[in-house]
């Protein structure tokens, strides 16, 4: 046997002799565990959060956080008379025929309050749909105790 075969498995021997001590003294952890000190700060809590939370709740947050990021404001911290720019999800779209005037009224929901969009005068609006993201402005009303944005200016936003 030469030298560096030699000194291989003397190597070899010298850390299962070790290894056999700290069995011995108790000092081995006999069930190795993955080492997720590199993982980003809260990973398993993010990943626990997101496996049992509800897809809705989940959605909100997500909502919530492209409001901060856009520089939009949030549903609920608008208040009536107040000119506004609010970003969210439309929930849902209906024509209402009216006697005086046709609308087209949407359901905008931000992660923290669910906000109307009426278009007077207009039956249909093309991008204007169910799980659309839109940015709307206007000057918030509350009309039977619902925040409402008359004709709002809008910007569809693409989906992420």
Known sequence: MGDIARGQAESR????TLGLERVRRGTLDRSPEIDMSDAAPGYWRRLVRQLTSDASELDAEDLSRRVAQSGARRASECSSGQAATVLGRLRSVEHRPRAAVATLEAELFDGSEVIT?????????PG?????TVKASGRIAVRDGRKVLYNPYYELQRSS
């Open 13 to 16: 021997c010298h850390r299962v």
């Open 117 to 125: 969009l009426v278009w007077l005068g207009r039956r249909r609006i």
């Open 128 to 132: 204007i749909e169910p799980g659309r």
